[in-house]
């Protein structure tokens, strides 16, 4: 199980239907209009899609205050992922982290440089400082995904100090960045630099519900954007994303809500877990929590949640995680009172 | 101009519909009823798409009349172009043919092996046979782009053994298949030699007229399809052109009317072109027509049907191809009428 989301797979070992805790997804659903905005689009099927996706770029450009011109876009934020890697000479990844980091680079033919995260899921500089050479690409999570942690300010800076330097480059993988709370936008902090050596990689997927339309999109120098334009694939973001990604960032009342859900909802569910003995939950910045299983192994849990009709993610799969660790996501209050009275279950048993 | 189908560059130069004749779309439009099957699909649009895409290989296995495992999926064609050519040594290719082969070869740092076609634009085996080393992928449009000639079964089959006995891999791109009157099916013709070196590309885009919903398909042994699982990027396929290639290739109706339509518009377009003194009509088995200018350049002829609504393909771009190239699409009668009649005014002009 590299990924979450994968119900399919599971569907035939529960009677009823199934409630997937194993990809973080805005309870939210999209926002609203946007299957009517679908419709309209829908006599663009039967053209290409424009190839620069200069109306695209422009919303895009509008909703995360840069210039279109230092906008990318791509099939989620995994092909842009998968391009940027593309263009590293060693790809230096975070443990525990997102697997398609290093598998995208072993898909190059790159050589992969794993540095643990410290045992709060922080980051040591010092070991970025002896191990970044020039032309080295380092990916962070910015909320990291398994962790759930947002890097603070000044560390950032000082990272992206430290790679700017030795000439590397700094990849922010952002995908979950509106959930967060934050005292810091990446896309304003390195304005003024014109993103030399940084790239910020954002999505739709997670926080605006669609991880079906596939529209990843991302903020680099120009000098990096047509470097980038030379590895694309031509059309890749289907025109229906095309459209959607032209509707769904103007619809501001429902970023404050999503935000304000996700927020009311992590304080509930973090403090009702943290009330669960045999388990350590993790503190958390964003939409999901990492929870390290105490008394059991994650096959265990992960049976035991399916049987009740949820789907849990595992965690062995990532790097640096052993079997006894899981992550949940955030969800609908109705979803989370489920979760924690399985987890409460779960102990129940135990004891007996 | 390196694709056909970039109508916004041009949207500015003509007050009016500018009508496409430089992609080659069949001009019946999608089946019916896949609007109310997109709707139907909407919700879907909140989850991932299956990792695994089962239910959309199982459909276009149905299609192709081969097995599920032995299908490859992709965002368009593109993209399973774009994987097989990763899965190369070197990349041979003939000139002309579509600009996407080498350049997706040069992304990957391969090394190119340019062969031209005979000058009737068909193969000269004897080169393949001293070219082709272990490793190799040579690609082979069938039809191919932008000449419109489909390889004949026995040349094919000459082809394939050449390249089977070298260890080589022969690429079959047959996007534009189902336009073809053909006596044979490459899918069926490998089917005994479970396609064993051979792969062979198809896609909804040009016969279903779906070039927005990115959805590119194909056949290969699997050991070829494990192979490139280790390359896919995961859900490139968005929900929506999941869903719809669930549906399209049901409709028995609509792909026999394609067929007809295309078979008498293109009788009717070769027999009025073949009549306007100043250009060369090449013959073609397929929905577009190469055309050869005696008495002007691309440029020249391209923004003379521009001013008069018309976007045509010119060819300069091909290799091999000089500027006294343009292509055409085969579109319905009376945008066909339209053309003709430009290109009349088009010499009535010169003899001025």
Redesign the interface.
């Known amino acids: 199980m590299l990924?979450?989301?994968?119900?399919?797979s599971y569907e035939d070992s529960y009677k009823g239907e199934l409630i997937?805790f194993s990809?973080n997804?805005n309870p939210l659903?999209?926002p609203k209009g946007l299957?009517e905005k679908?419709?309209e689009s829908?006599h663009?099927?039967?053209?290409?899609?424009?190839?620069?996706y200069?109306k695209l770029k422009a919303s895009i450009g509008k909703y995360l205050n840069c210039n279109k011109d230092n906008v990318v876009v791509g099939?989620?934020a995994?092909?842009i992922l998968?391009n940027f890697i593309f263009t590293g000479k060693r790809i230096l990844v975070f443990t525990p982290s997102f697997s398609?980091y290093e598998l995208?680079a072993i898909?190059h033919g790159k050589e992969v440089k794993r540095i643990p995260y410290k045992e709060d899921f922080t980051i040591d500089t010092s070991i970025i400082k002896e191990e970044i050479k020039k032309g080295d690409l380092l990916i962070l999570g910015n909320p990291n995904n398994p962790t759930g942690l947002r890097i603070e300010k000044d560390v950032l800076l000082q990272v992206y100090e430290i790679i700017r330097k030795k000439e590397g480059y700094l990849l922010l993988d952002e995908a979950f960045y509106e959930f967060c709370p934050s005292d810091y936008d990446s896309i304003e902090l390195f304005k003024d630099k014109d993103y030399e050596n940084i790239g910020i990689i954002r999505a739709a997927t997670k926080f605006f519900?669609?991880?079906?339309?596939?529209l990843g999109y991302g903020c680099a120098s120009r000098k990096k954007v047509e470097e980038l334009k030379?590895?694309e694939?031509?059309?890749?973001?289907?025109?229906?994303?095309d459209s959607a990604g032209q509707f769904i960032f103007k619809d501001k009342e429902y970023i404050k809500n999503s935000r304000a859900y996700i927020e009311r909802e992590r304080k509930y569910l973090l403090k009702e877990l943290k009330k669960i003995p045999g388990i350590k939950v993790y503190d958390t910045q964003v939409n999901y929590i990492l929870i390290k299983l105490i008394d059991w192994d994650e096959e265990y849990v992960f049976k035991f949640f399916l049987n009740r009709g949820i789907i849990i993610r595992k965690c062995k799969s990532f790097i640096d995680l052993s079997d006894n660790h899981i992550r949940v996501a955030i969800k609908d209050r109705s979803s989370n009172e489920k979760l924690i009275n399985i987890f409460k279950n779960l102990f129940e048993r135990r004891k007996r």
């Open positions: 990924h979450g989301g994968d119900l399919l997937d990809s997804i659903g999209p299957y679908l419709i829908f663009t099927l039967n053209s290409y899609p424009d190839i620069q200069r099939n989620g995994v092909e998968n398609e995208r898909a519900a669609l991880p079906g339309i596939r030379k590895i694939l031509p059309w890749t973001i289907n025109s229906l994303a």
